[in-house]
């Protein structure tokens, strides 16, 4: 049997050029934009009297909004749904800037905000 000559296109999985900013990867239809848009609209003044300070430091509470009213319209509900998706799903990666809030925190955050 005669093989022909099989050509397959390069890739490699080791250093792999990635946009420069992480949204170009997200279709942009997609809901996190708007959540982003959303909630960079909030005045910082409306977060601030839920936090006392002192202690250690908190993550930002724009930040967990985001992740928060995302996972919503994607029906995740559960704290510890979203804190998985943290690590798989590119939309709330990059609505939480690449950190990764434990399921603790995120419910702390739901019940005290």
């Not at 998985?84 to 955050?109: A, C, T, Y």
């Amino acid at each position: 049997m005669k093989h022909h000559h099989v050509s397959f296109k390069e890739y490699t999985m080791d250093n792999l050029t990635l946009p420069s900013n992480i949204a170009d990867l997200i279709p942009s239809d997609n809901m996190a934009h708007v959540v982003h848009e959303m909630v960079e609209r909030i005045p910082m003044e409306t977060f601030l009297p839920y936090y006392k300070g002192g202690g250690t430091s908190s993550y930002h509470p724009k930040m967990m909004t985001k992740i928060i009213l995302y996972a919503y319209t994607q029906k995740m509900y559960h704290g510890r749904e979203i804190a998985r998706q943290l690590e798989v799903h590119l939309p709330l990666m990059w609505l939480s800037g690449f950190q990764k809030p434990d399921f603790r925190s995120i419910n702390r955050f739901r019940s005290e905000r």
